[in-house]
């Protein structure tokens, strides 16, 4: 029977043009956390970037038949970088477009001098249908959806306060805007 422990143990203590993979983790960390840092300017996040360099390296690559173990290291991290400012940019604009799109239409409304009943009574029951709705959800969607609708607050904002991951803040937010889209579609 073929032992894991024993395997990983071994690839680990394989070297790398003369240095144990231990060795080159010590000698390679720091300069490629300042060069990470360089680009991102967090310390925790270029740390998990380089941790993810040498796993993927030590996962995938022979240390021994490596030619320049440092290049190879460095360009992984390039590519953690790359692909980590991506995500962010392709949140970003996805949180920007969302925002823009259910708040489209909001500066048309202006204060008039009078009124109209009708559609200050549908105003209303639809207010009132809305509140009932927010009284069905569980405590966590409701929290997300007021501090995202009503404070104003970005996903990475409501991550902050709550702690809650960013991703259950989105599926959250998909939650609720479900469940309105589906209110309004009754109406």
Same mark, same amino acid.
């Given at each position: 029977?073929?032992?894991?422990?024993?395997?990983?143990?071994?690839?680990?203590?394989?070297?790398?043009?003369?240095?144990?993979?231990?060795?080159?983790?010590?000698?390679?960390?720091?300069?490629?956390?300042?060069?990470?840092?360089?680009?991102?300017?967090?310390?925790?996040?270029?740390?998990?970037?380089?941790?993810?360099?040498?796993?993927?390296?030590?996962?995938?690559?022979?240390?021994?038949?490596?030619?320049?173990?440092?290049?190879?290291?460095?360009?992984?991290?390039?590519?953690?970088?790359?692909?980590?400012?991506?995500?962010?940019?392709?949140?970003?604009?996805?949180?920007?477009?969302?925002?823009?799109?259910?708040?489209?239409?909001?500066?048309?409304? *202006?204060?008039?001098?009078?009124?109209?009943?009708?559609?200050?009574?549908?105003?209303?029951?639809?207010?009132?249908?809305?509140?009932?709705?927010?009284?069905?959800?569980?405590?966590?969607?409701?929290?997300?959806?007021?501090?995202?609708?009503?404070?104003?607050?970005?996903?990475?904002?409501?991550?902050?306060?709550?702690?809650?991951?960013? *991703?259950?803040?989105?599926?959250?937010?998909?939650?609720?805007?479900?469940?309105?889209?589906?209110?309004?579609?009754?109406?």
């Amino acid at each position: 029977m073929f032992d894991w422990v024993k395997a990983r143990k071994k690839k680990a203590e394989a070297t790398v043009h003369g240095r144990s993979l231990d060795e080159l983790f010590r000698i390679q960390r720091g300069p490629l956390i300042r060069f990470v840092m360089a680009k991102i300017k967090n310390e925790a996040e270029a740390e998990e970037i380089v941790q993810e360099a040498f796993i993927r390296f030590q996962n995938k690559y022979d240390p021994v038949e490596t030619a320049s173990p440092e290049a190879l290291l460095a360009r992984i991290a390039s590519n953690l970088l790359i692909d980590r400012v991506r995500e962010r940019d392709a949140r970003a604009a996805r949180e920007d477009a969302w925002g823009k799109l259910h708040t489209a239409g909001a500066d048309e409304f *202006s204060p008039v001098a009078s009124v109209d009943p009708a559609r200050a009574l549908d105003a209303k029951q639809r207010l009132e249908a809305v509140m009932a709705l927010l009284d069905t959800w569980p405590e966590k969607t409701r929290q997300v959806f007021l501090l995202h609708r009503f404070e104003g607050l970005s996903h990475a904002e409501i991550v902050a306060r709550t702690g809650i991951p960013k *991703s259950t803040v989105e599926k959250h937010m998909i939650r609720a805007i479900k469940a309105l889209a589906c209110l309004r579609d009754e109406e």
